[in-house]
C-alpha cells in the first residue's frame, strides 16, 4: 500500500491561509495573502529538484485544485515542479465540478474515506496533498494519513485558517526528520506512531 503525504507551508502560529498570492484566499476578510513568497527561494534551496521525486499522485480538494490548474499547466518545462505537477496523475475531491481541463485528472466525488483507500491500494509512487485543509481535516479523521511535512515559516500572522483543528482524538507522531533553511524556516518530516 502507497503512503499517503500531507505537504503544508505554514506560520509558526498555524496558519496556511493565502500562501500563494495577496487573493488567493480571502475569506473571513484575511488581509495577509502571499505571506510565504519571502520564503519560497530558501526553501527550493532547502528541498532542491528532487524534492518531488517519490510522488506517484497528487490529491487536492476543490478550492486548491482550482488554484493549482490555474497556475501551472502554463508553466514552462525548465521548472522541474511545474513538470511533476503536469506529468502526473491527479485526483481532486469535489461535490461540485464534473470536468476538469487538467491534463491526467480524475475527479473524486464520492465518499472521501474508501476512495482514498482505494487509491493508496493501487499503483506506485506517495499520493501527495498539498493545501487543501478541509480535505486535510476529512483525511485526518479516517486515519488516512501516513507522513506529514510541514514547512513552518518564521512569521506570526495571529488571523487565517489553521491547519490543525479538532480531532476525534489524540494521534500520536514520530519525527522522522528535521532541518532548516537560510531564513529560519523549519523543514519537519513526521509519520503517525502505530499505535
Excluded: C
Aim: hydrophobic letters at 40%.
Amino acid at each position: 500500500m502507497r503512503k499517503l503525504v500531507i505537504i503544508e507551508f505554514l506560520t509558526v502560529d498555524g496558519v496556511m491561509q493565502g500562501l500563494g498570492s495577496p487573493d488567493e484566499d480571502r475569506d473571513g476578510g484575511f488581509e495577509h495573502g502571499g505571506w510565504g513568497a519571502p520564503f519560497g527561494e530558501s526553501v527550493g534551496r532547502s528541498v532542491g529538484a528532487g524534492g518531488f521525486g517519490g510522488t506517484g499522485a497528487y490529491l487536492f480538494g476543490r478550492r486548491t485544485y482550482e488554484k493549482m490548474a490555474d497556475f501551472w499547466p502554463h508553466q514552462g518545462d525548465d521548472n522541474p515542479i511545474a513538470v511533476s505537477m503536469n506529468s502526473t496523475p491527479k485526483y481532486v475531491v469535489t461535490q461540485t465540478l464534473r470536468h476538469v481541463d487538467w491534463a491526467g485528472t480524475t475527479i473524486i466525488s464520492g465518499d472521501v474515506a474508501p476512495s482514498v483507500t482505494e487509491l493508496k491500494a493501487s499503483g506506485d509512487g506517495d499520493i501527495v496533498v498539498l493545501g487543501s485543509g478541509v480535505l486535510v481535516q476529512a483525511l485526518l479523521d479516517n486515519d488516512l494519513v501516513d507522513e506529514m511535512r510541514l514547512f513552518v515559516h518564521p512569521l506570526l500572522l495571529g488571523t487565517g485558517k489553521r491547519l490543525f483543528r479538532s480531532f476525534p482524538s489524540p494521534r500520536r507522531l514520530s519525527l522522522d526528520s528535521v532541518s532548516s533553511t537560510d531564513m529560519g524556516s523549519l523543514v519537519l518530516s513526521y509519520s503517525f506512531a502505530q499505535s
